[in-house]
């Protein structure tokens, strides 16, 4: 597991940080807010998630559109973002 700081980085290097941990932010391409966050979990099965709601709200930065394969990844939580037209933040 990845949090924060460790998956953001610059067009040059986010192939190989998606390669070593399935995805990266990538400067000038993935998206991100701050704000109330609404996390969803659907897998609470998965030993990170056992004993956690199903649902946990809190302010936080929100990413998303990250280079990589999101199949070579285990999604643990998921949130929902809108995102207005031409935003790029």
């Known amino acids: 597991m990845s949090v924060h700081p460790a998956v953001i980085t610059g067009k040059d290097h986010s192939a190989r940080v998606a390669a070593l941990l399935g995805l990266a932010f ?9 704000g109330p966050v609404t996390l969803n979990l659907p897998n609470r099965d998965h030993p990170i998630c056992v004993g956690l709601p199903p649902v946990i709200e809190f302010v936080d930065e ?10 070579a990844v285990t999604v643990l939580a998921t ?6 037209k031409d935003s790029k933040k």
């Open 79 to 84: 949130s929902t973002e809108v995102v207005e």
């Open 26 to 34: 990538e400067d000038d391409y993935s998206l991100w807010r701050c």
């Open 62 to 71: 929100a990413y998303w559109r990250f280079r990589g394969d999101e199949n």
